[in-house]
């Protein structure tokens, strides 16, 4: 039971809560202790079992603190067993439907009897939901689209998922005598934003004891294939997990064929045929032409390279490269001219330009978050609390932004040690003016704009929109541009390169957005900007302390991108910053 899992638990009894028809309150605490326990960084089994004291957790009182114990201690909950009896627990699904909610939710069920995500798509296709009060034929084709997007998207997991399931699971492994040495490759280790299924490969003269182990980890739901050196394993999340298990020498080679990606693969073995080599998981041999000989034997022909990754490259006479840039994305050329991209690394980040704090929707005081940014040895930050726009953010009026600013003060006459940027993230209006006066703008050290609203404007005005906002003379960064949501929301419809056209010619920085949710601009379009000359910043867009850690999935997602230090502005010095944002 990792905290994902728990995290869930207590989201799926929320929305039944609702569907019920719940107070708020009690509602609002499951969605808040979800929220609290999927951003926590240490696993809540480990608290439970060392007997930590769970109330101590933001969100979590003593009913909640007593239901984690009970779901780590049994891997069920008692609550949701109870409420599942009064509603179908399928029609958890449903809520999250864009367009739907709890309150339709409850309305489909008990009017027209619908449980499934299937069954409701029936009664669409039939007109039937268009007909119920308060849907209508608009909402009916919405929820058709919602249904079309949902099943687009539902096959694979989020990164940051596939991390909280794969952590244990190889340190759980390495508890194994017989593994030699283990690692993950596939799209997870290539960091995609999102992972199909899990690869682990793994080292051992015993592969027995280690398919043994890796079967019976206790997440496992089914096992589907255990060989004497590959297996399979669907965990109860539903993530697969495929196993190979390779004798020493061909570690590296199996580690290259692994990782892929498949396109690659393909070219680095067309490499190796027109060298009278054949690349596979074995190693790399001298076929002297005869192909056959191996469709026998994987080890037919002289071995020639396999014991580690670098030499794989080294015999189709490349450099070995970064795993987040194989993509066949001109990675094999760049590596024949010798001028593979030099990759920005986690180390290289000097501050985070966007965060929260409780002065809108953040969990943390700002003396609180700057804590958290001195302890990651950072330069500077920004403190970058939502505009008015916002309301149920508790965004700022021009009012409270001086407030806030006496107080930056106040803490920055204490803290010299980092630097506090004021700032803010200013909503972009549907008309593309911007949620805070120029005189107040002219004050700011760095403005970040974003759209939060409206999102399903025609692509035209979506994009004169965003044009309009970037264009305001005040703004230095567009933050989360497409402001796509990783499977749950699309992108928005809009010309992102004409944006990005316009964000060069203005100045203008691009974010991406390190969230895992987010990871916004994603890795093709930020190749894109730096092409167009653009910068890029990563920023976590934290709102507690903990997410500040959430750096590393924008640095990975930058590396996918080829960039390095120097196409990253909170990668410089602070002097060097702050005169890209005096413009
Ligand atoms: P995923 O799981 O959809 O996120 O993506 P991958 O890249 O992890 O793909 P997966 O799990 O199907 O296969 C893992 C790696 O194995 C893949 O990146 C490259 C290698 N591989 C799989 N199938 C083939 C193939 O047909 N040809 C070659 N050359 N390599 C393959
Ligand atoms: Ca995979
Ligand atoms: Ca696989
Ligand atoms: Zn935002």
Redesign the pocket.
Same mark, same amino acid.
């Given at each position: 039971m990792e905290n994902i899992d728990i995290a869930r638990m207590f989201e799926d009894v929320a929305a039944l809560l609702e569907i019920q028809g719940a107070n708020p309150f009690r509602i609002r605490a499951y969605q808040n202790a979800a929220r609290t326990i999927e951003s926590h960084t240490t696993p809540l089994r480990k608290l439970v079992t060392e007997g930590a004291k769970l109330t101590d957790l933001p969100g979590v009182g003593k009913d909640i603190a007593g239901y984690i114990t009970e779901l780590v201690e049994t891997g069920e909950l008692g609550l949701f067993k109870e409420l599942t009896e009064k509603v179908p627990p399928s029609l958890i699904e449903l809520t999250r439907l864009p367009g739907v909610g709890a309150k339709k939710t409850k309305k489909l069920w008990e009017e027209l009897g619908i449980e499934t995500i299937d069954g409701l798509e029936r009664a669409a296709n039939a007109g039937e939901v268009a007909d119920l009060e308060g849907f209508g034929a608009k909402s009916q084709q919405k929820i058709l689209e919602g249904i079309a997007a949902h099943r687009r998207r539902q096959a694979r997991f989020r990164i940051s998922d596939a991390d909280q399931y794969v952590e244990p699971l190889i340190a759980y492994m390495k508890e194994e005598k017989a593994v030699e040495r283990i690692e993950v490759? /596939?799209?997870y280790r290539r960091r =995609?934003e999102t992972? /199909?299924?899990i690869?682990i490969l793994a080292i051992a003269s015993e592969p027995g004891q280690v398919m043994q182990r890796f079967t019976s980890y206790p997440d496992v739901s089914r096992v589907e294939l255990a060989g004497d050196t590959k297996g399979t394993v669907v965990l109860r999340s539903g993530l697969q997990v495929d196993l190979r298990i390779l004798p020493p020498q061909s570690y590296g080679a199996a580690l290259q064929?692994?990782? /892929?990606?498949?396109e690659h693969?393909?070219k680095l =073995?067309k490499r190796a045929v027109a060298r009278d080599l054949r690349v596979s998981e074995y190693g790399v041999f001298l076929t002297g032409g005869e192909e056959e000989a191996a469709a026998a034997d994987p080890y037919a022909g002289e071995f020639v390279a396999g014991w580690e990754e670098g030499e794989v490259y080294e015999a189709v006479e490349l450099a070995w490269m970064a795993p987040e840039l194989r993509e066949d994305r001109g990675e094999i050329e760049a590596a024949e001219r010798g001028q593979l991209p030099d990759l920005i690394t986690l180390d290289d980040i000097r501050g985070d330009l966007q965060m929260h704090s409780t002065w809108s929707d953040g969990k943390h005081s700002i003396e609180e978050m700057l804590d958290g940014c001195v302890e990651r040895g950072y330069e500077y930050f920004a403190v970058t609390d939502h505009s008015k726009a916002l309301a149920m953010t508790g965004g700022l009026d021009a009012a409270k932004l001086r407030d806030q600013w006496v107080e930056i003060e106040e803490i920055a006459s204490r803290r010299p040690e980092i630097r506090v940027l004021r700032s803010m993230e200013v909503d972009i209006l549907a008309d593309g003016g911007l949620d805070l006066e120029d005189e107040m703008l002219a004050q700011l050290d760095v403005v970040l704009v974003s759209v939060h609203s409206k999102f399903d404007l025609p692509a035209t005005k979506q994009t004169e929109r965003i044009l309009k906002a970037i264009q305001h003379p005040a703004v230095h960064i567009l933050a989360h541009p497409t402001g796509r949501l990783i499977n749950r929301r699309d992108p928005m419809e809009f010309d992102l390169d004409e944006v990005l056209q316009c964000a060069a010619e203005c100045d203008v920085i691009v974010e991406l957005n390190a969230h895992p949710e987010r990871l916004d601009l994603r890795d093709t379009h930020l190749m894109r900007a730096r092409e167009l000359g653009l910068k890029v910043v990563i920023s976590t867009d934290a709102h507690r302390v903990a997410d500040l850690g959430l750096m590393r999935y924008g640095v990975d997602q930058a590396r996918r991108a080829w960039l390095g230090r120097d196409d990253v502005v909170n990668t410089y010095p602070l002097e060097k910053l702050l005169t890209i944002f005096d413009k």
């Open positions: 490759a /596939g799209s =995609r992972v /199909g299924d690869d064929y692994f990782t /892929g990606s498949k693969n393909v =073995r």
